[in-house]
């Protein structure tokens, strides 16, 4: 089956490109061809309103804290990225983006909407994107699934306008399923559908499956004895806990992501290799918690309510490390981890072959 994958844009975020590329390795191992949805070729007048929502967004935000990076300046800081998803991940042509005449009836066998906060307004700023994360576009009668999308947190963040058209459209899937706990109530109670709890996509791989992808000369971007710091929102706060716990153990701070010599943001495949060199993370990320259990480093997860706690927290418990959202030292029983994501993911992938058989 040729699946269409709706996702956030694939730019500067490490976790959103490796979700979609565990996605559409999952899909691929259950006989399927997918690609990723582009979200190129805008017109200029589409351009500017993005930029100009994103810009609102992010003063409003920081509360005039700092104003955000020029568009284009931010774009040359991630090519790097860019690089490793022409390589390793399916993408449309840039023929579609999230306006109805970009979609094609016959294109696709089904569309699949997910993983990453694909439901939360906040980050569907591009005109008309919240429409496509429920497949507004879609021909009648296309299959729809979402796998393990996410709201980001627990609480609603719809208006009443979004919220009636978010529970026509998603009348439409095949299939519902969520990747938090708390997201499947949301369903229930503002969309009138039952939802199904299933695993973020990174989750149904091995740590094998992703050090398959990092090179000897991106080991070498991480010095040994580190201390990984992964944060999507640095304050003086957490990285006094981060230093604190460097000093506590012996290692040196190493930064996840921090821009390279040439002025580019590190790449996918040195991120991936800090999760395995380094000794110890201390991360604010939903994704920079996955990979640290995945590669069973040691962690603390700083909850990021901004972001939405909701994602960490159900994370937490599903893998029973509720107790690592502080710096620690206590062991972790790595084989009680595994037993408990190995038992989760039977019926994830039970929910992708019932909802997209080969």
């Known amino acids: ?13 490490y976790g959103g490109i490796l979700q979609n590329w565990a996605l559409q390795q999952v899909l691929i191992r259950l006989g399927h061809t997918p690609v990723t949805i582009s979200y190129g070729d805008y017109t ?53 983006c999230c306006s109805e005449r970009h979609w094609a009836s016959d294109a696709f066998d089904a569309y699949v909407v997910g993983s990453d906060q694909v439901w939360r307004p906040r980050y569907n700023l591009t005109p008309g994107q919240l429409t496509a994360m429920f497949g507004g576009y879609a021909a009648a009668g296309m299959r729809l699934v979402a796998y393990a999308a996410s709201f980001g947190t627990d609480e609603w963040e719809m208006n009443a306008e979004q919220t009636e058209q978010s529970r026509r459209l998603i009348s439409r899937f095949s299939g519902v399923s969520v990747r938090e706990s708390g997201a499947v109530e949301l369903c229930r109670r503002h ?14 791989l091995s740590a094998d499956d992703y050090r398959s992808l990092i090179t000897p000369e991106a080991s070498a971007t991480v010095p040994s004895g580190s201390l990984g710091v992964y944060f999507l929102d640095p304050t003086p706060a957490k990285m006094d806990e981060a230093e604190r716990m460097a000093s506590r153990l012996g290692l040196r701070i190493h930064t996840l992501g921090a821009k390279t010599s040439d002025g580019e943001k590190a790449s996918v495949e040195s991120w991936l290799a800090a999760f395995d060199r380094c000794e110890y993370i201390v991360t604010d990320s939903f994704h920079g918690t996955v990979f640290s259990i995945l590669f069973h480093r040691p962690f603390a997860s700083i909850v990021n309510e901004r972001r939405g706690a909701g994602r960490i927290t159900s994370l937490l418990t599903l893998t029973g490390l509720v107790d690592r959202t502080t710096a620690s030292t206590a062991p972790i029983d790595w084989a009680a981890v595994d037993d408990r994501l190995a038992t989760a993911r039977p019926d994830s992938l039970s929910f992708l072959r019932t909802h997209l058989p080969a």
């Open 191 to 204: 969309l009138n559908t039952e939802a199904t709890l299933v695993l973020d996509p990174t989750l149904l």
């Open 1 to 13: 089956m040729r699946i269409g994958i709706l996702t956030q844009p694939l730019r500067a975020n």
């Open 44 to 96: 200029r007048r589409e351009r500017l309103s993005i930029d100009l929502r994103w810009f609102a967004h992010q003063v409003l935000r920081t509360r005039g804290r700092h104003v955000v990076e020029h568009t284009r300046q931010w774009r040359r800081g991630c090519r790097h990225m860019q690089d490793f998803c022409r390589r390793h991940i399916a993408m449309s042509s840039g023929e579609r």
